[in-house]
């Protein structure tokens, strides 16, 4: 098997910045709740030799309603080879048993993305469709992500390079 890829850590100050950003608006937020988490924060792994996906999980305890979205600030982020592309799919069971899916589709994550000025920090944006409230765990895996190789068009020449994290490449 091709090893293509790393998983790391954001730093300590990125994931902090991203957890205050995503959850923090008009809240007071412990940082020392935060940094427990940081440090608890599982990297994606396989859970058996011919799995294809790296399972993702969340980092912290939370409550979905039915019919809201949540995004999550995973805390990892991937170093990959360059001509490797990381596509997030639901875990299957998630979205059978629970009705969880995957708010933005089929989530890309390009090999540029580690270099963006959010450290390439990953996040998972999902929308609870079921009819029962969704109570994550910290550790539950909710999301996999496998590596696929891709190609370009023979008259594709780009030299632009990302900068910014989520969307900046509109």
């Not at 993702?56 to 080879?81: A, Q």
């Not at 270099?115 to 999902?126: R, T």
């Amino acid at each position: 098997m091709r090893r293509v890829a790393k998983f790391e850590k954001v730093s300590w100050a990125q994931f902090q910045k991203d957890y205050a950003d995503t959850f923090g608006e008009g809240k007071t937020i412990n940082m020392d709740d935060v940094r427990k988490i940081y440090d608890n924060i599982k990297l994606p792994c396989r859970k058996t030799k011919f799995s294809a996906g790296h399972d993702i999980s969340i980092p912290f305890d939370i409550t979905l309603p039915s019919k809201e979205k949540l995004m999550i600030p995973t805390g990892i982020r991937c170093k990959m080879d360059s001509d490797y592309v990381m596509i997030i799919a639901p875990r299957s069971s998630m979205g059978i048993k629970k009705g969880l899916r995957i708010s933005n589709t089929i989530p890309v994550i390009d090999s540029d993305y580690y270099n963006a000025n959010n450290e390439g920090h990953i996040f998972i944006s999902v929308i609870n469709d079921g009819k029962n409230v969704i109570k994550f765990k910290t550790g539950d895996n909710i999301v996999q992500a496998m590596f696929v190789p891709y190609g370009v068009a023979d008259n594709d020449v780009v030299t632009e390079e990302r900068i910014g994290g989520i969307g900046s490449t509109d």
